[in-house]
């Protein structure tokens, strides 16, 4: 008898936790399916070194056009794809952004995830094949915190219209659970960092100053709140906790964090250190980068998922600190080169 092939659905596959998500499967033999939004752009960068021709034989990897805010197209890729596991990892998922864009935030948010939940119920009912569907709750659910470290128990106090409309996705999943007996997990993970970061997120933001800083390229960086403190881990382990997830006889929620905190400021002495360079130098103050309302102190307790999943973080702060800030050196370095190569250029021109 030959073992069928199971197949993901994963929306959000372009982002950070998507790509990683996507190699992670492939890896297990998983025919992968992805959702896009249709652009007149191409932003499929982070998963162009495992993209597969679809129209190749055997091809395990398959990109569909569709959107969260649109009810029809999750219900129609449902049946084309036949999904066995579901992982909701789309959103508008900048924080401060959410506050210029509380609308469009809840709608791809919390009514996506809402949506999609139902397109799943939908599919499982009428096909008779169960569905597995991970949630991505988030750390920021928490907000104005009720204790510390915060677990599966602790109250949320969100602060922001994203952690608002993640709190919905969330007590949306745990209502399916209970009310359609799906087999419906969230993962409340905490902040979890890459080279694959997008650049407007503070981590990243202060990487990639320091690549181009220590090249010549840029002066100064500017952030917010320096003092707030939270719980950071690779973006590379904390999906493979998504996975585990799915795989448990019965479906739950689960805190994923590293279980230690730093504070932006922390993570911009380790980040300016690694290159050689002292932070105080080049890092600055800009207000516009404050949210209305803060979140000082994340931290999470991941033995939940220790005990029962059997995962823990393997890389800590200083090994995520160097990989990126070594990323962006390299990206800076060929930033650089390619600057210096069209000043040469233009100068000859102007000499002939």
Not at 99 to 104: A, C, E, G, K, Q
């Amino acid at each position: 008898m030959t073992s069928v092939t199971r197949r993901a659905f994963v929306t959000g596959i372009t982002g950070q936790d998507g790509s990683y998500l996507a190699e992670f499967l492939l890896s297990k033999g998983y025919e992968v399916h992805g959702l896009i939004r249709r652009s007149s752009s191409f932003n499929t960068q982070r998963i162009e070194s495992i993209y597969q021709d679809p129209h190749l034989p055997h091809a395990r990897m398959k990109l569909h056009f569709g959107d969260l805010c649109d009810s029809n197209s999750l219900s129609d890729l449902m049946r084309k794809v036949r999904p066995h596991e579901v992982y909701n990892l789309g959103a508008q998922s900048h924080v401060r952004v959410s506050f210029d864009m509380p609308i469009y935030t809840a709608d791809t948010v919390a009514m996506g995830a809402l949506r999609l939940l139902d397109a799943v119920r939908e599919f499982q009912q009428e096909s008779g094949q169960q569905v597995r569907f991970y949630q991505a709750s988030s750390s920021e659910q928490y907000g104005k915190v009720m204790e510390t470290p915060q677990k599966e128990t602790t109250p949320f106090y969100p602060r922001s219209p994203y952690a608002c409309a993640k709190m919905m996705a969330h007590w949306a999943t745990v209502n399916y659970r209970e009310s359609y007996n799906l087999h419906a997990s969230c993962g409340i993970l905490f902040n979890h960092e890459s080279p694959r970061r997008g650049e407007t997120f503070v981590t990243r933001k202060i990487t990639r100053a320091v690549g181009r800083i220590k090249m010549g390229l840029q002066d100064k960086v500017f952030l917010g709140n320096l003092d707030s403190k939270r719980d950071w881990g690779f973006a590379g382990d904390y999906v493979k906790a998504m996975w585990m997830m799915l795989q448990q006889d019965k479906p739950d929620d689960y805190v994923i964090s590293t279980g230690k905190t730093y504070s932006v400021r922390e993570f911009c002495e380790m980040a300016f250190s690694h290159a050689g360079l002292d932070h105080k130098d080049f890092v600055a103050f800009d207000a516009r980068y404050l949210r209305p309302a803060e979140v000082d102190l994340l931290l999470g307790d991941c033995s939940k998922a220790k005990a029962k999943l059997g995962w823990e973080p393997t890389t800590d702060i200083k090994g995520l600190v160097a990989m990126m800030v070594d990323h962006d050196m390299e990206a800076a370095r060929r930033e650089k080169t390619l600057r210096d190569a069209g000043h040469a250029v233009h100068n000859r021109a102007s000499h002939d």
